[in-house]
């Protein structure tokens, strides 16, 4: 691949600050990317999603699993914050802080904050997410069952949301909580003929979270706004995917928050113009959990053998993902969504061995061409594909992109051309050092 001109490196590298977002329906390696890129950064910051995002890190063979804790804090200098557009649940956070904390890994309110403002997922959320997946039987969403869908809703009603502000406030917070829970008892019997749940325990329980939270609890957003501006370096950690969007995935079948690039400034209080150089992260081939369309979906050996081999069973829920070929009209839309300025192409090898690699460049409804990428018409379309050969050779142990065979340099170079942006890093295994550096002029990014 070329070396980016001086011209290009002082474009991008002039922003300071980096976005790393998924570009397909999640799973895509963020976290191995976010990992690499903390080492060079002064805060890692998650802005959107909940404990339903599962970012996996190996280092030195050691594997870290993390779903609310942002990756920087495997990385001792960085400054880790939990934004006020997260999903945040305490109960989660607790659990993944003793066992980083017992393996070693340092964490305390110097290196993890979390925002004021970041909404709390509360028991009565995640039982709702259960009894209204129950409820649609075969016309359920597939939730992770994590509570942030109810969460989020009760964000947008205002009167029932409790915020991590006010869990160090014991009093406030026990009145919250017993008349929240009351009502969420008299809807859930009216709605589900659910059981009423017993408040006091609940009570108890998150007064006793608030105070062993209460150091780490702050106005977060002021803080990256005044790092902003003294030029400290901050990295966006985003959650899921892009197509799992909001307001721009394959709507009913997303997530509750906005993951995108778009998301950045409102889910951490920071103006757009720190959102900085945007990595797009994306698989070889393409998957995705749960319900919703996936036009290039192999239910068939390609399927099954891309599975075992990426192991692409979900962090969070351990279900099997759906898996099937590359679908770059795809990530040419959620590319333009978040101006992406790079791309990172994860689990190469896994594509190892088979003979032939099929890409998805083009829709058509009806025998026509589709023209502009509506995530709404996804159900209805057919894939046009493009075969490129295969390549037989273990590639896990190249470090170099001309090490790579010939047959993975072109699909690498033909994936840069169908997307029309330029690949910066090609991942060739979970390790920190399986990382084959490309066209990346993002300082720190291996």
Not at 69 to 85: D, K
Not at 129 to 140: M, R, V
Not at 361 to 369: F, H, N, R, S
Request: hydrophobic letters at 35%; charged letters at 25%; one cysteine or more.
């Amino acid at each position: 691949m070329a070396d980016p001109t001086e011209k290009e490196q002082r474009r991008i590298m002039d922003t300071k600050n980096v976005t790393v977002i998924g570009l397909q329906w999640g799973d895509e390696g963020k976290g191995k990317i976010v990992d690499s890129l903390a080492s060079a950064c002064d805060y890692v910051v998650r802005y959107c999603g909940g404990a339903n995002a599962g970012h996996t890190v190996t280092v030195e063979k050691e594997r870290f699993a993390l779903h609310l804790i942002p990756c920087g804090i495997l990385h001792p200098e960085a400054v880790n914050v939990i934004g006020n557009g997260v999903a945040f649940d305490p109960v989660i956070a607790l659990e993944e802080m003793t066992a980083l904390r017992e393996r070693g890994v340092e964490v305390t309110e110097k290196n993890l904050r979390i925002s004021t403002q970041a909404q709390v997922v509360m028991p009565w959320h995640k039982q709702q997410d259960i009894l209204s997946e129950q409820q649609l039987g075969a016309s359920k969403i597939g939730t992770t069952a994590r509570g942030i869908g109810p969460c989020y809703s009760d964000k947008a009603n205002r009167s029932s949301a409790i915020r991590a502000g006010e869990l160090v406030d014991p009093d406030q917070l026990t009145q919250k909580i017993r008349l929240i829970g009351t009502i969420k008892n008299a809807q859930y019997a009216g709605m589900y003929n659910a059981e009423p749940m017993d408040i006091e325990p609940i009570v108890e329980q998150y007064i006793k979270i608030g105070k062993t939270l209460a150091p780490m609890i702050c106005n977060a957003g002021a803080d990256l706004r005044r790092a902003a501006s003294e030029g400290k370096r901050i990295m966006f950690e985003g959650g899921q995917g892009c197509m799992l969007d909001i307001d721009h995935g394959t709507y009913p079948f997303v997530t509750s928050s906005s993951v995108s690039a778009c998301g950045v400034p409102a889910g951490a209080g920071i103006p757009p113009k720190s959102v900085g150089s945007v990595v797009g992260i994306m698989k070889a081939y393409t998957t995705r959990v749960g319900a919703g369309p996936f036009p290039t979906e192999q239910n068939n050996e390609i399927g099954d053998r891309i599975r075992e081999q990426g192991k692409e069973f979900g962090t969070t829920t351990g279900r099997p993902r759906r898996c099937g070929w590359l679908d770059t009209m795809v990530v040419q839309y959620t590319s333009e969504l978040s101006g992406v300025d790079e791309l990172a192409l994860m689990l190469l090898d896994v594509l190892s061995g088979l003979d032939e690699l099929k890409i998805c460049t083009g829709y058509l409804i009806d025998g026509k061409p589709v023209g502009d990428f509506d995530p709404i018409m996804l159900g209805k379309v057919e894939c046009v594909y493009e075969t490129l050969p295969g390549w037989s050779e273990d590639i896990t142990a190249c470090r170099k992109f001309d090490e790579l065979p010939e047959n993975a340099q072109k699909y690498v170079r033909r994936v840069s051309e169908l997307v029309g942006r330029p690949v910066g890093l090609v991942s060739v295994g979970p390790g920190r050092d399986q990382t084959i550096p490309c066209d990346s002029v993002i300082k720190g990014i291996i």
